[in-house]
């Protein structure tokens, strides 16, 4: 991985083999990254995505394999308990142009991930809501 900064912006390149999630939270963390919009493409051969059922307040996982596409990968970078805190979903292509995506628990690169952090001047932490068993925004 190797990054820039460009102001209030990270331009991050993400290289074969690495781990997305991985990769931006040693970013975030060398740039103390604490409020921060995320966005990306590029491509992926392995990656796990998720859908939240509130029923049961669990996530149903699907992995994939193969080659992928980046369609959109979009999130945000707050804290929880003044940690960091990445939440990201995202969308990838297979070579028919059928899509798969939800919330993102992890995917490797196969080509490169370009992303692209709008930093945001302030913090915003999370806190656990029970009712709904998921970490909400604390505004």
């Known amino acids: 991985m190797k990054y820039r900064r ?3 912006t990270l331009a991050v390149r993400i290289d074969r083999g690495e781990e997305i999630l991985e990769q931006l939270k040693e970013a975030c963390l060398r740039e103390n990254v604490r409020l921060a919009t995320v966005s ?3 491509a992926v051969d392995e990656f796990t995505v998720g859908v939240y059922h509130v029923e049961n307040k669990k996530y149903d996982k699907n992995t994939f394999t193969g080659a992928f596409e980046i ?3 979009l999130g945000n970078i707050t804290t929880m308990d003044g940690e960091y805190y990445a939440h990201l979903h ?3 292509a297979d070579d028919a ?3 798969y995506g939800g919330h993102l628990n992890g995917a490797r690169v196969s080509v490169t991930c370009e992303m692209f952090l709008t930093l945001i001047d302030g913090e915003i932490d999370r806190y656990h809501d029970d009712i709904i068993g998921i970490n909400l925004l604390k505004l």
Do not use: D, E, P, Q
């Open 71 to 73: 369609v959109s990968l």
């Open 90 to 92: 995202m969308l990838a």
């Open 6 to 8: 460009f102001g209030n």
């Open 97 to 99: 142009g059928k899509t």
């Open 40 to 42: 990306a493409i590029g």
